[in-house]
T-cell receptor, first 117, second 114 residues
Framework: AQKVTQAQTEISVVEKEDVTLDCVYETRDTTYYLFWYKQPPSGELVFLIRRNSFDEQNEISGRYSWNFQKSTSSFNFTITASQVVDSAVYFCALSEAGNNAGNMLTFGGGTRLMVKP | DAGVIQSPRHEVTEMGQEVTLRCKPISGHDYLFWYRQTMMRGLELLIYFNNNVPIDDSGMPEDRFSAKMPNASFSTLKIQPSEPRDSAVYFC????????????FGNGTRLTVT
């Protein structure tokens, strides 16, 4: 069965610091997709990024970057020069392509990031 | 384009009452999901539909919970009778049919059962 672990329950940083959110996953499928979502204090879930299991190229989008390593089953998320507006709960999630799983997501427990001014 | 629309945003009800949560998915999306978020259990999948057909309802906690999708643009999640432990935020999400398509979530319904 699939599983996503976010070992960091809560992280607190000061504005402009870099911060990395860890995500480790388990799956038996060879084809799968990994996601990050952001849940700001207002409560909605916002899609940030998707990676498929065949593409280990790291991705950068502005201050955000993602490091996908199949060898360690990890999909870590780094925010460079953090800002107060980055304060939110961040969820890592997995969907498997096989077993008629549809696109259902299995979520990690989330990491609450607090960026202090 | 409008995103996933859920109603109501907040619902407060007394134990034993029937509660109905509503969702309008994004037009053209083939999949619809109902998730529940609690502090203790995090985000857990309750049920999902493909082309209006329920595919997996193994996450529905009890017979008190039921979900329907009478057409491609509307779904309901009903709890009857409600209990205090049902208090949570309920999210509806939809996605395209292509494997790996991201889920797009509504703003959620915060349910409080007293």
């Amino acid at each position: 069965a699939q599983k996503v672990t976010q070992a960091q329950t809560e992280i607190s940083v000061v504005e402009k610091e870099d911060v990395t959110l860890d995500c480790v996953y388990e799956t038996r499928d060879t084809t799968y997709y990994l996601f990050w979502y952001k849940q700001p204090p207002s409560g909605e879930l916002v899609f940030l990024i998707r990676r498929n299991s065949f593409d280990e190229q790291n991705e950068i989008s502005g201050r955000y970057s993602w490091n996908f390593q199949k060898s360690t089953s990890s999909f870590n998320f780094t925010i460079t020069a953090s800002q107060v507006v980055d304060s939110a709960v961040y969820f890592c999630a997995l969907s498997e392509a096989g077993n008629n799983a549809g696109n259902m997501l299995t979520f990690g427990g989330g990491t609450r990031l607090m960026v202090k001014p | 384009d409008a995103g996933v629309i859920q109603s109501p945003r907040h619902e407060v009800t007394e134990m034993g009452q029937e509660v109905t949560l509503r969702c309008k998915p994004i037009s053209g999306h083939d999949y619809l999901f109902w998730y529940r978020q609690t502090m203790m259990r995090g985000l857990e999948l309750l049920i999902y539909f493909n082309n209006n057909v329920p595919i997996d309802d193994s996450g529905m906690p009890e017979d008190r919970f039921s979900a329907k999708m009478p057409n491609a643009s509307f779904s309901t999640l009903k709890i009857q009778p409600s209990e205090p432990r049902d208090s949570a935020v309920y999210f509806c999400a939809s996605s395209l049919g292509q494997a790996g398509s991201p889920l797009h979530f509504g703003n959620g319904t915060r349910l409080t059962v007293t």
